[in-house]
């Protein structure tokens, strides 16, 4: 083995010791770390010690986008670095454009990458903007300048009106063309207004969930028509959710959903109030429903036709939002401090009001109330069992 690749081979296992994230992995595993990286040819070599040093990707990452992408020199591919930098995209953001777009650090930078770059600050999106769309989706990167960009552009500016509209449209997709505008979304866009669905939400539907309107227009017609046929009013943005959950969901995986909420004693008619009240809930894998399902349910002890009248609850966080805030309000509700009839609309509060009205207006009531909103302990940690689950026992 040559003496240089034996050098890049130790840098790169040097380097990935000194990362905190996998130190305890590697060390567990670091004689076959080390040898896979000095049996390595010295252009992989290379690109993996760049993707860690430069890039700031894990290991793990590294050696698989490698596979993607290899280089020997890193001129190039810092002055691609340099760029995003110079438009708005930090360290993470860097990490995550590579991670999804390895292809993009062996660009001529100046000819392929810096006239996009340019467009996009010339129309008015700022560093952030730039940042954001890119991190979520370089794929855009991969669309041409003229062909595709700039028109693109000034369709979605000519409808969304504001450039925050049309970042958040790219961050989402690319997959907006000359050849779309003019055989799908423009048509699309028609069968909607003629219905009579407002214009704003429109701009949900294209902003939110452009794939959706970006459908072949015939298939995206006979979606509208069902979705009209199960009752849902075209004037309500629970409408278009609607279309979009049908437009994207097979029968198969349809009736699969109708069987996971039935296990659960719910009936057909409660399951389809569930999807009028917001049509995403039918959108949740079973993993999620059963998780959440299982939580309110068993642990919380409420019923399962009350957890209905909320659906959105399933677009919640478990960890983050469910666990702690039903958790918070359950313990208050047990002491007598919030009425016992408190349903889960408490969860469409937003984060500081919810803390406000049941944390910091109670704590000095119940001083674990903090931890219990921060996750750090459960509720059975205080003692409280909910009385639902005092009667299972008892049974």
Not at 348 to 368: G, L, T, W
Request: contains cysteine.
């Amino acid at each position: 083995m040559r003496a240089d690749q034996a050098s890049w081979s130790f840098t790169i296992f040097r380097s990935i010791l000194k990362n905190s994230r996998t130190q305890l992995g590697l060390m567990e595993n670091s004689q076959i770390f080390f040898l896979r990286f000095f049996c390595s040819p010295k252009e992989q070599s290379f690109t993996v010690s760049y993707l860690v040093n430069s890039c700031g990707l894990s290991l793990e990452s590294a050696l698989s986008v490698s596979r993607k992408t290899k280089f020997e020199t890193p001129e190039r591919a810092d002055s691609v670095l340099v760029l995003l930098r110079n438009y708005g995209c930090t360290d993470i953001h860097i990490s995550k454009i590579v991670s999804k777009y390895p292809p993009l650090l062996t660009v001529d930078p100046q000819k392929t990458l810096l006239p996009k770059l340019e467009f996009f600050r010339s129309v008015g999106f700022s560093g952030p903007d730039i940042a954001g769309m890119l991190s979520s989706n370089p794929n855009i990167l991969k669309r041409g300048l003229e062909s595709n960009l700039i028109p693109a552009y000034d369709f979605l500016r000519s409808v969304l009106m504001v450039n925050e509209n049309v970042a958040r449209v790219w961050r989402k997709t690319d997959w907006i063309t000359v050849q779309s505008v003019q055989n799908t979304i423009t048509p699309n866009i028609a069968i909607l207004k003629e219905i009579g669905v407002p214009m704003s939400n429109i701009l949900f539907l294209i902003t939110c969930h452009p794939t959706t309107v970006n459908l072949n227009r015939e298939k995206f017609d006979t979606s509208v028509k069902k979705v009209i046929e199960l009752g849902f009013d075209p004037l309500k943005v629970t409408f278009l959710k609607a279309v979009v959950v049908i437009r994207g969901m097979e029968e198969s995986i349809w009736k699969h959903k109708m069987e996971v909420y039935r296990q659960w004693g719910l009936t057909d008619d409660e399951i389809m109030l569930m999807f009028r009240l917001d049509p995403l809930c039918m959108r949740s894998s079973e993993k999620k429903i059963m998780s959440v399902m299982d939580f309110l349910v068993n642990k919380m002890g409420w019923k399962p036709a009350a957890v209905t009248r909320y659906p959105t609850v399933f677009l919640c966080s478990l960890e983050k939002k469910i666990i702690p805030w039903c958790s918070v309000v359950k313990v208050l509700q047990m002491k007598g401090l919030v009425k016992k009839d408190l349903s889960l609309p408490f969860l469409s509060r937003n984060k500081k009001d919810f803390f406000n009205s049941f944390v910091a207006k109670y704590e000095q009531d119940v001083p674990e109330l903090l931890k219990l909103y921060q996750g750090k302990i459960d509720i059975l940690d205080l003692g409280f069992v909910s009385e639902a689950i005092q009667e299972k026992k008892q049974l």
